[in-house]
Nanobody, 124 residues
Framework: QLQPAESGGGLVQPGGSLRLSCEVS????????VGWFHRAPGKEREGVSCISSSGSYTTYADSVKGRFTISRDDAKNTVVLQMISLAPEDTAVYYC?????????????????WGQGTQVTVSS
């Protein structure tokens, strides 16, 4: 059964870094796209980044460009979101999602399977 599972969240000081991982069971990553989303307290869910089924195309929300990097480890069936220069406004629950299409999208409706989420808190 296809199931994404996030890990790596936690508490970090402003300016710090975190590495989130999304391990997808029951699925090989070249069959679909993987996206990262976040939901900040009191706000709507937003797309953060995604990687295409080929692994060759990625996209980022404007708010994280230059700070977040998405990558894929096919041997581990895992997608990683490396986050640097974190700020308090990055505080949110981060979700990994898998879509069965081939094109990368930051639109949540394009994804079919969702993880439970991992909390990221940026605070001094």
């Amino acid at each position: 059964q296809l199931q994404p599972a996030e890990s790596g969240g936690g508490l970090v000081q402003p300016g710090g870094s975190l590495r989130l991982s999304c391990e997808v069971s029951g699925f090989t990553l070249d069959r679909g796209t993987v996206g990262w989303f976040h939901r900040a307290p009191g706000k709507e869910r937003e797309g953060v980044s995604c990687i295409s089924s080929s692994g060759s195309y990625t996209t980022y929300a404007d708010s994280v460009k230059g700070r977040f990097t998405i990558s894929r480890d096919d041997a581990k069936n895992t997608v990683v979101l490396q986050m640097i220069s974190l700020a308090p406004e990055d505080t949110a629950v981060y979700y990994c999602a898998v879509g069965l299409g081939y094109s990368c999208s930051l639109y949540g409706g394009a994804y079919d399977y969702w993880g439970q989420g991992t909390q990221v808190t940026v605070s001094s």
